[in-house]
């Protein structure tokens, strides 16, 4: 059953349609010219899956269409009556509302318009007409906030989509603007735990989350009740539910993704339903790559991907110093809960310490710890709780300290480059790394060893680009191109970058490297490396950066707070469709496991509710940036990653 018929007496417009859906899809297409020939063909072809009709058709083949007695409407109130179970596609050039008035939700005729948007709009209503008949696509609700700085009242909107879905509502949302100033404040809080690492942040983020659903959603009861009517079309489901905060670029910077409620499965919203934010003022009307409803059928899709290892002591116009780390392509240096290869032994040795080292580390846990170190039983107890417990314990204390000393490490064998870098007095970043090698070097048999030597191996940049090459043809990417200071050739970077742009376009450009957002000039900066080694990096406005993306359609920043506060507002000047940032700092290893599962996720998975079945008919940004944050969680639940990601995307 994979039958259409298309109705339409217009010569060039009855072709193009017939053309669009051979193109695009699997579908049988016949051409009917007059509501005559298209009843006998219905009448003797039970296998047809949809009918595309146009409101202007003539009787027969004999009699010319006249405009103003709309026998295609006629023919679609017939099909509705004598084939209910049929879905029809009706293509008119009078005002929606009124064919809306005649077909509600409930029947199956989806309306679309004559312009220049035919093809997507038709292809659109394609799929959802063959999704209703199969019952693989279900519905979806669009909640969209409008935030505004220093009024009492917001709004709120609703809309469905999906299935012939049409569901609106809207209203007002009373806010106290004394709260959203201590939310500001509270998020500010909670970005500086996340910053740290500190063990508080979890809560922090949950409190923060449901006092933001108490005064912004919660409060407002009519919106509540009119919200919950909403929800009961999707079955309560928060996964067929998107969030879009839509904001003006000057508003408080809260944290606004963290929304916290019992009501979804996951507590927090955002790992639930896509939730992403949209900054006016400074829309573009380019298309967001593979937002929902879109298609990409016919063309390669292009990756540029910029690794800016810009580090160092640089000065921006304003006079602001600033020092910038060298960007580490390896491993996080804290312990993590897989590092424990031999938990039986570590306990014991901890337990009873015979020796200097284990000694130390005793008397520097907590009570918690050592009450679950002396619980621990090798046959009886999870081992699960006890290794929670010691890689939190020591992950707080190497890095603040150093926890060398001679005496200490009397009987312990140290690699020629432990010994180095404790010849170095190590701070900061360094001495976290030469703690954990100190306690790989005491225990090789219960900490496993990193492989320090891959800190010159394949980068961020690298990976993603074998990520995408390996199955270039199948996710449908033309070119993949990576811009680093290995493939430079003597050129200064950013000549040789200036240069790759121009031979666009391309449709995503991954940035990894260094941001900044200068608090009083209120403006973004990105770094990218000085031709000159050893001068200062050079700082680029996020503006200028976007003046030279042309018709990019998706920026991935890979950089520390490169979408908290206003930074957003000068993301938004890129005039880029859609962009993906981080709220907080991040380690290189985690930004760069996000990345890849991010591509992974939006390339590799197949939409099972997709009717039409073409690769890029199957592929949703909001929901990939979903599932990539899940799944993140999911490997790394006690690490910040997940929850520091924010989407905008800035189409109209």
């Known amino acids: 059953m994979n039958n259409v018929l298309v109705v339409i007496a217009n010569e060039e417009l009855g072709i193009s349609v017939v053309r669009i859906l051979k193109q695009n899809t699997a579908l049988i297409v016949e051409h009917a010219h007059c509501e005559k020939d298209a009843r006998s063909w219905l009448d003797h072809n039970s296998d047809c899956a949809l009918v595309v009709v146009h409101i202007n058709i003539p009787a027969d083949n004999n009699s010319p269409a006249k405009p103003d007695e709309l026998l295609g409407l006629g023919l679609v109130t017939w099909l509705t009556e004598a084939k209910p179970a049929l879905p029809v596609i009706l293509i008119f050039q009078v005002p929606n509302r009124i064919l809306n008035a005649l077909f509600g939700p409930s029947k199956k005729v989806r309306l679309v318009k ?164 949209w900054v006016g003022g400074v829309a573009t009307k380019g298309k967001p790559l593979f937002s929902c409803r879109e298609l990409h059928t016919s063309e390669s899709i292009n990756c540029l991907i910029i690794e800016a290892d810009a580090w160092g002591e640089t000065t921006l116009p304003y006079g602001t110093t600033l020092k910038l780390p060298k960007l580490d392509w390896k491993r996080s240096s804290k312990v993590s809960v897989g590092d424990l290869i031999d938990l039986p032994s570590l306990a014991s040795k901890l337990k009873q310490p015979a020796d200097a080292i284990s000694t130390y580390l005793k008397n520097s846990f907590s009570d918690k710890t050592l009450t679950a170190l002396a619980n621990y039983n090798v046959l009886e107890s999870d081992p699960i709780p006890l290794k929670l417990t010691l890689v939190r314990s020591l992950n707080k204390l190497i890095g603040s300290q150093s926890i060398y000393d001679a005496q200490r490490f009397t009987g312990v064998s140290l690699r020629p480059e432990t010994k180095e870098l404790i010849a170095e007095n190590p701070q900061g970043d360094a001495l976290l790394r030469v703690d954990r090698m100190l306690l790989e070097d005491a225990y090789p048999g219960e900490i496993s060893k990193h492989d320090w030597s891959k800190a010159e191996g394949k980068s961020e940049c690298e990976k993603i680009q074998e990520t995408l090459m390996e199955k270039q043809k199948m996710f449908g990417i033309g070119r993949v191109v990576v811009v680093s200071k290995r493939v430079l050739g003597g050129e200064p970077f950013l000549s040789y970058l200036s240069k790759t742009l121009i031979r666009g376009p391309w449709d995503i450009i991954h940035y990894a490297g260094h941001s900044y957002f200068h608090p009083s000039e209120k403006r973004g900066y990105l770094f990218f490396p000085n031709p000159i080694d050893g001068k200062p990096p050079i700082p680029m406005l996020i503006e200028d950066f976007g003046a030279q993306l042309g018709p990019a359609r998706f920026l991935y920043l890979s950089s520390c707070q490169s979408a908290r506060g206003n930074f957003l507002a000068s993301l938004a000047q890129c005039q880029v469709p859609a962009l993906l940032g981080f709220s907080c700092p991040v380690y290189d290893e985690h930004a760069e496991k996000f990345a890849l599962e991010f591509y992974k996720q939006l390339f590799d998975c197949k939409d099972p509710y997709s009717a039409t079945r073409n690769e890029g008919d199957a592929k949703c940004l909001q929901h990939a940036f979903l599932r990539t944050r899940k799944r993140v969680r999911e490997k790394m639940s006690s690490e910040t990653i997940w929850a520091q990601p924010i989407l905008m995307f800035q189409s109209n």
Do not use: H
């Not at 093809?119 to 007409?129: F, H, M, Q, T, Y």
């Not at 998020?187 to 659903?213: C, R, V």
């Not at 912004?216 to 969030?243: H, P, W």
């Not at 979804?264 to 919203?269: E, I």
């Open 114 to 277: 004559e312009g220049v948007d035919l093809p997507e709009r038709l292809l659109g209503a394609v799929d959802d007409s063959l999704a209703s008949t199969s019952g693989q696509r279900d519905r979806y609700l669009t909640l969209s906030l409008t935030v505004y700085e220093d009024k009492n009242q917001w709004w709120w909107g609703l809309k469905g989509e999906g299935e012939g879905f049409r569901y609106e509502d809207d209203g007002p949302l009373e806010v106290d603007v004394t709260k959203l100033k201590k939310l500001s404040s509270k998020s500010q809080e909670l970005y500086d735990l996340m910053s740290k690492d500190a063990q508080a942040w979890g809560k922090t983020l949950k409190d923060l989350g449901s006092e933001i659903f108490k005064e912004i959603l919660d409060n407002n009861i009519q919106f509540m009740r009119r919200f919950a009517l909403g929800l009961e079309t999707i079955n309560n489901d928060y996964s067929k539910l998107k969030v879009c905060f839509r904001t003006s670029n000057k508003v408080y910077d809260i944290a606004l993704e963290s929304l916290w409620s019992d009501a979804a499965r996951d507590n927090f919203w955002m790992l639930s339903a896509p939730i992403y934010r």
